[in-house]
């Protein structure tokens, strides 16, 4: 899903002016904070009950129909009233709005999916939700940032019809939902946490600095995000295994292992060579983020390990934990931003998510251990270690090859110091299949 939504940027990027991907950048937080609340909330509040045998699909489908339409109307008279952003914003940041009933819907069903493990259905809806988002948007760009937004609702649209296909059912209004909502609020806010956390430096350089200069941070941050998508991967297999499962420690620390061999490497990458990321991906002008891109892959290696941690509360039954992190986590973040965007510009929102992502990983740390879990400091000091000469290569030779030799080298370097064994990848094999 992440994948999808970063080529939807880039494609949108290179073929934008870089004023006009400003504007496009901030409407997207729209979507994309629909996206984190649903699957950050609806999604893993569904799998919580579908997997302890609850039948909740058909009475959630209908009360979150409910309330998601009430929730679109409201933001789209609210964007009529009050553009925040100027008026060349306001029709986009309006289309935007009108994704959120088929987003809370899909992710309703794909909630179900991923309950029932099937993984494979769960992955292609949310997959062709993101191509149907980037053809249409393709095929509209000539309207500017309105046409790229409209393709994206659209792609929205037409998913919904093949999560449907793939999970045929009569919706009935019942009590069940009522579960799944009291249980989806805390994991919720916690996404609108995590929300503010990605987003709240766009909008406030939206708010306080230029549409240029929102599109050239929107080159860097998506790009440091993207490192993200491997702990949720981890982390859609782990919620169910962490509700049903009397293994849940050995299931932790697995997915402690599999984040971190893929996010060491991959935060390394960002941080050695931005520069050639940037130019290959993005148009020359948003090398001018590259400063932007080293500072946010720190906070997003940080975030992506509190990411992981969150199944575990939910699977647990605690999502308040996280969502008190989280909302903590947003305010600071706000607070630094409005401080630091002024002076510094692109590199101020920088380092105001980045000190923000660092705090919610160590507070999750804290809470963690006293529920008797724990990140491995062995696992996590071996992937270090493993990744020191693969960065000195990166860094010194820029490109493909370098790239390739660096990751073999890294994987040799992690196998012979014992990051990982045959038994444990044994096991986590059969977690994946599971």
Known sequence: ??????????????????????????????????????????????????????????????????????????????????????????????????AIPFGVLISVLTGNFQGERKYGRMCF???????????????????????????????????????????PFRPSFGKEYKEVVLFSI???????????????????????????????????SPTARIVIGISVAASASLLPLMASSDQKEI????????????????TGILISMPEWILKLLFKDEFVLAK???????????????????????????????????????AILDIILNVILIPIYHINGASMSTSISCVYAFFMSILFLRSFGFKFEIKIILRAFFAV????????????????????????SSFVLIKGVTKDEIDLLLKWLRA
């Open 1 to 98: 899903m992440r994948v999808g939504g970063y080529a939807y940027r880039i494609l949108t990027a290179n073929l934008l002016e870089i004023s006009q991907y400003g504007i496009l950048s901030l409407a997207l937080p729209i979507q994309s904070g629909l996206l984190l609340v649903t699957s950050g909330g609806v999604a893993p509040s569904v799998a919580k009950y579908i997997a302890e045998g609850k039948d909740v699909l058909k009475s959630s489908f209908v009360f979150f129909t409910l309330a998601s339409s009430v929730i679109t109307i409201f933001l789209i008279i609210l964007v009529f009233l009050f553009s925040p952003f100027g008026e060349e914003a306001r029709i986009p940041l309006i289309i935007a709005s009108l």
């Open 125 to 167: 809806v949310l997959s062709f939700e993101q191509v149907m988002r980037i053809i249409l948007a393709l095929l509209l760009i000539g309207l500017g940032a309105t046409g790229a937004i409209l393709g994206s609702t659209l792609g929205f649209v037409v998913s919904l019809f093949l999560a449907f296909i793939l999970m």
């Open 186 to 220: 805390p994991a919720s806010l916690t996404a609108i946490g995590a929300f503010l956390l990605y987003n709240i430096d766009t909008l406030c350089l939206g708010w306080l600095d230029t549409y240029r200069n929102v599109g050239l941070y929107n080159a860097a």
């Open 251 to 266: 299931y932790w620390r697995q997915s402690q292992r599999f984040t971190t061999f893929f996010l060491f490497p991959a």
């Open 291 to 329: 400063n932007s891109l080293i500072i946010l892959a720190v906070g997003m290696f940080f975030f992506a390990l509190y990411t992981l941690s969150t199944s575990v509360f939910q699977g647990l039954g605690m999502p308040s934990i996280p969502m008190y992190i989280l909302l903590v986590s």
């Open 388 to 411: 020191l000469i693969p960065l000195f290569l990166w860094y010194h030779l820029q490109g493909f090859l370098g790239l390739l030799l660096g990751f073999l080298l890294y994987t």
